[in-house]
């Protein structure tokens, strides 16, 4: 989740050329993998639809070190499952950055130097999560700054300093910047180094293969990978990125072809408004599913302080953006989850004793439409709310996260208490308890 760029209105019939592919299909015979068929998911030869939650954190609460809190951990994926939301979005590789607004520590200190503490931490998140029959999506790479992710990985070969967006402004030089990465064969080296080294991890708390472990639904190849600046692209830009998921994806799935694989894509919103991109971006063999994220308040189609004003013209664009990617995903054959969406508390407020009148009418009309073309056999096959903050509270006055304070859902970038749920938010943890019991019960 990042800044985001104005609403374009673009012509579904240039998906037309694509219709016609047929889905990659993860299958596989061992007990508790998810698996895909058709345009759904399976789990045990049983339809999987579900309503999880982005926990980007969690390997950090599940740290031996500094940043550890495993009581805490505990503590809410007990409360997250009891309400049903038994999937789950977290971030499992992270870069040593000077970047101002960078989460600390990182996993990466440098090109193939792997602290292992955090690694520890997903180790423990993972063996709790198996044991309360929760699945997790690890994504491995970030386009946004917030955990060093690829303008790190370019900083450490192109001998330029790290350009940081939240010291210069300059977002679409940062995008551009950062989408350098995909065509660095050096970046790229680090990174797959790093990849394999996680996807062939032994936990050292339960003793399984990462790559042998049904709780691992499906490995990402990044949060919210673009192509670069919207002002920027070129159509050699676009090649460029659809390439390196090909190649990416490819890798990823020699080495755990029992997990699934996926973008972590945020739709056409994220592909420079190109809509036949984002299809490319999603048609390789080895991507199993298609990802899409929607932020109507970061891309001026809700204005919290306004909220009257400018909702109801805000859902209709809603509406529209998730009903396009639903039928997309219908056109080529493959599920397709709606991995991020969140709106402000009431007025834009950050502290947990705002209210959520209008979060909670969001959440409920998001989630209606979701299980609506759900059970009509549509492809939509799950959602993760952006984003958990259960006990996590900030008491700097700026709402800043600052390294040494806890987590609460929003990314060190972002206001701490920006869009996430805090576990005293009980009505809207209703209206995703109720969800995720509606979406269990789809056959």
């Known amino acids: 989740m990042n800044k985001r ?10 998906l037309l050329t694509l219709f016609g592919l047929t889905c990659h299909a993860a299958a596989t015979e061992q007990s508790g993998f998810v698996s895909v068929k058709g345009r759904h998911f399976q789990l045990d030869g049983k339809p999987y639809y579900y309503a ?37 979005r977290v971030l499992a590789l992270s870069e040593a950055s000077e970047l101002r607004r960078a989460v600390r520590p990182a996993v990466l200190q440098g090109p193939k130097k792997v602290d292992e503490t955090l690694w520890q931490g997903l180790d423990f998140l993972l063996a709790e999560m198996a044991k309360r029959d929760m699945k997790a999506v690890l994504y491995l790479n970030n386009f946004w700054q917030w955990s060093g992710g690829m303008s790190q990985y370019v900083a450490w070969f192109n001998g330029k300093p790290v350009m940081d967006p939240d010291v210069t402004g300059n977002w679409n030089g940062f995008m551009d910047n950062s989408a350098t990465f995909y065509a660095s ?19 050292s708390v339960n003793g399984r293969a990462y790559d042998a472990d049904p709780t691992i639904m499906s490995w990402q190849l990044a949060n919210e990978p673009r192509p670069g600046s919207d002002a920027g692209y070129t159509p050699q830009a676009g090649k460029v990125f659809t390439a390196w998921i090909d190649e990416t994806a490819g890798f990823i799935k020699k080495l755990a072809p029992r997990q699934l694989v996926s973008t972590g894509n945020e739709g056409w919103m994220g592909t420079a408004g190109d809509r036949q991109l984002y299809a490319n971006a999603h048609a390789s063999k080895h991507i199993d599913y ?14 919290p302080k306004k909220p009257a004003e400018t909702y109801d013209g805000a859902w209709q ?3 529209d953006y998730l009903n396009w990617h639903i039928d997309t995903a219908n056109l080529t054959g493959k599920p397709i989850v709606l991995e991020e969406f969140g709106i402000n508390r009431d007025g834009g407020a950050y502290a947990p004793s705002a209210t959520t009148i209008y979060r909670d009418r969001f959440y409920t009309a998001v989630y209606g439409l979701l299980a609506r073309r759900a059970a009509a056999g549509d492809a939509i096959a799950g959602s993760n709310f952006w984003a ?10 700026d709402f800043m996260w600052k390294p040494g304070d ?16 805090f576990d005293s938010d009980k009505s809207t943890i209703a209206i995703i308890s109720a969800h995720a019991r509606q979406m269990s019960g789809l056959h």
């Open 290 to 303: 298609l990802t899409y994220h929607m932020w109507a308040p970061n891309w001026s189609w809700f204005d």
């Open 317 to 319: 664009k809603m509406q």
């Open 52 to 88: 999880g939650a982005n926990f980007w954190y969690g390997m950090y609460l599940g740290s031996p070190g500094p940043t550890g809190d495993r009581a805490r951990l505990t503590k809410e994926l007990d409360q997250l499952a009891a309400q049903g939301v038994l999937n789950l």
């Open 5 to 14: 760029h104005p609403f374009a209105s673009l012509a579904l019939s240039a």
């Open 406 to 421: 806890g987590f609460v859902g929003d990314p060190p970038q972002e206001a701490q208490g920006l869009y996430c749920v």
């Open 185 to 203: 064969a050096p970046a790229n080296e680090a990174f797959r180094f790093a990849v394999q080294k996680l996807v062939k991890r032994r936990n």
């Open 388 to 397: 958990w903050g259960g006990k996590g509270r900030t008491h700097n006055a």
